[in-house]
């Protein structure tokens, strides 16, 4: 009996601050390297979210710089609407609170824990309060706060609050001190460059160290805000229900069912109070515990129309993926998919992938993998992540890949989900659980771009066994031609037309007898080419016979730029005076198209 009392009195209670200040390794903080990417990841998802709530287009500043050798300052500016003066103690020095726990739509943060815990580790490894300056309209002033967290309440602890002097019109700069390391700057450059590549609406400037990297932005568009859905009677369990009934006790189970949850209209509530076996006009607030276990059943049972995902859910679009990647990556094949919206458990989800392909990637490497979830990169835990195993588990080998478990050679593999509710390993944030509905989404669509790279792989292949042996033609013509012209006795025939023929290519020329200069075009390509001629030279041209759309220069220093459109099969040219001391160099056609013969005597 003793020891039993003596134990009771060692019982207490923990905050959800302290818990996570002694397990901070669960958010993303177990060293710091990390801690510097999972600081600024959880600063600038709340400066997203922030910005498209209210249809801005995001425009953010991150700065990191070293205080001293083992601590660094990071700062993250947004434009973004700011936060009314009272709310920023708890949004920022409370864990737990925020405004989209209880929202079912698609968001980057939903918990209420990543800034605040970021605010947790600095004061946890430094002591210093975190510095929040917000304004929210131009016409108001601007405040800044110093604040930390009580860990022992989980509740902030202002220092200090003052009007502040702030050049932003509207928007929220997060500054916070703690130990950390520089050591993964690459990692985090990752993660910004990635960032800008799901959100192609964004502009993300960095200063790191005094080194400035910019990511524009793709588009001038800001992308649709989702909106708040009411759950789906699908994926309810019996405790959220007790929970929804007692918030709205007073209303006849009917309206209940139709004003409460998603997809359900006046025919649908009426047969689930029948096979519940439950008066419609009965108050919620009445229901027995058995008759709430007959309505959950009732509501499972019958068949309804899946959550509105288009109003919830925000995708990031084809088109915009594709170039977002192209942006960042000098790829020679890009192709992207967005699937069909689905569900899982009552909770609306969608796919988007896309596969690009680099001859400037290393051939003999892995893979490189991209993983999004609701736009945010997830740099961690790769093997534990359910995007990661089905990519594994596709057989890469029949769409033209080496396989090693996972694919390898010169391709970029992006996959996003995109949920009212991500299913996470972890608090951390860093994989998607094995959801056998999101495994199937993601099956189908690599396997769909799989065939698309299959075929990019075919034809490329195709064509460079086309130029090998075009190549090999042309590499013999001229001496067969020097020798035909022997035997005849005929001065050596011009062989650049027959092999612009057979390459399909551009042949330029410059011909050069006497005192007078000929550049000479012919497109022998099967597409129409626009194109501009430069000609940079140690003389000038008194008498061309088309004027140059450009010319400039003075003594031994001469350039000249005729613009010129060319059909399949045309050709063109310009003749002037001179000795052509100089060179010519085309512009507006890809390497592999021109053939430049020069100097032709």
């Known amino acids: 009996m003793e020891i039993a009392r003596e134990l009771a009195k060692k019982q207490r209670s923990i905050s959800v601050a302290e818990f996570f200040e002694r397990n901070k390794h669960l958010l993303g903080f ?156 690459k990692r985090l450059l990752d993660y910004l460059k990635f960032t800008s590549v799901v959100n192609p609406h964004a502009r993300l400037h960095a200063e790191i160290e005094g080194e400035s990297i910019l990511f524009e932005r793709v588009s001038s568009e800001p992308i649709r805000c989702p909106r708040p859905i009411q759950p789906h009677p699908h994926g309810i369990e019996l405790g959220t229900l007790k929970r929804m009934i007692q918030t709205d006790a007073d209303l006849p189970l009917e309206d209940f069912l139709i004003e409460r949850f998603s997809r359900v209209g006046k025919k649908a509530a009426a047969l689930i109070c029948q096979k519940a076996g439950i008066d419609a006009r009965k108050k919620a607030g009445k229901l027995t515990h058995q008759e709430q276990k007959e309505l959950l059943d009732a509501m499972q049972s019958i068949s309804l129309p899946a959550p509105p995902a288009h109003e919830c859910l925000s995708p990031i679009g084809e088109d915009l993926i594709a170039k977002s990647l192209e942006s960042e990556f000098e790829l020679d094949f890009v192709k992207a998919r967005t699937r069909p919206a689905s569900v899982f458990s009552g909770h609306p989800f969608l796919i988007e992938a896309a596969i690009g392909y680099s001859s400037r990637m290393p051939h003999d490497e892995r893979a490189q993998i991209l993983r999004f979830a609701n736009r945010v990169p997830l740099l961690y835990q790769q093997g534990a992540c359910a995007i990661t195993g089905c990519i594994a588990d596709i057989n890469w080998k029949q769409y033209g890949l080496q396989q090693q478990g996972l694919p390898v050679g010169p391709v970029i593999i992006l996959v996003h989900l995109a949920s009212t509710n991500v299913p996470f390993t972890s608090e951390s944030k860093d994989a998607v659980a094995a959801i056998p509905e999101i495994e199937r989404e993601i099956d189908l669509v690599l396997k769909e771009l799989g065939r698309e790279l299959k075929s990019y792989l075919s034809r490329r292949e195709r064509k460079k066994q086309a130029e090998d042996r075009a190549r090999a033609i042309c590499a013999i013509i001229p001496e067969i031609a020097a020798k035909v012209s022997e035997i005849v006795e005929r001065p050596p025939l011009d062989t650049s037309p027959i092999e612009g023929r057979i390459m399909r290519r551009l042949v330029a020329r410059r011909r050069i007898s006497g005192d007078r200069v000929r550049i000479e075009l012919r497109n022998y390509t099967d597409r129409r080419v626009d194109l501009t001629v430069f000609e940079i030279s140690e003389e000038g041209a008194p008498d061309p016979s088309i004027a140059p759309d450009f010319s400039s220069g003075n003594e031994g220093d001469f350039t000249r730029a005729w613009r010129c459109t060319l059909e399949p099969g045309e050709s063109w040219q310009v003749e002037y005076s001179g000795k052509g001391r100089g060179s010519i160099d085309l512009r507006g056609i890809e390497e592999p198209l021109k053939l430049v013969i020069d100097d032709d005597r």
């Not at 600081?39 to 709530?53: I, Y």
């Not at 700011?82 to 737990?96: A, R, S």
């Not at 502040?164 to 130990?179: L, M, N, Q, S, Y």
Request: glycine fraction near 8%; charge should be negative.
């Open 30 to 185: 177990d060293s710091p390297s990390r801690g510097i990417i999972t600081a600024v990841k959880e600063a600038v998802d709340n400066a997203l979210d922030a910005c498209e709530e209210a249809g801005e287009l995001p425009d953010i500043f991150i700065g990191v710089r070293r205080v001293s050798d083992d601590v660094l300052r990071v700062a993250v500016e947004d434009n973004g609407p700011g936060i009314v003066p009272e709310q920023v103690p708890p949004v920022f020095g409370k864990l737990l609170y925020g405004s989209r726990f209880h929202q079912i739509k698609q968001s980057r943060g939903q918990q209420g824990i990543g800034i605040s815990a970021a605010i947790l580790y600095a004061q946890l490894t430094t002591g210093k309060p975190a510095v929040i300056t917000t304004r929210t309209d131009p016409r108001e002033k601007a405040y800044r706060f110093e604040l930390m967290v009580k860990t022992e309440t989980n509740e902030p602890d202002v220092k200090s609050m003052a009007e502040a002097v702030w050049d932003r019109p509207h928007g929220t700069r997060v500054e916070i001190e703690f130990k950390g390391s520089l050591v993964a700057k």
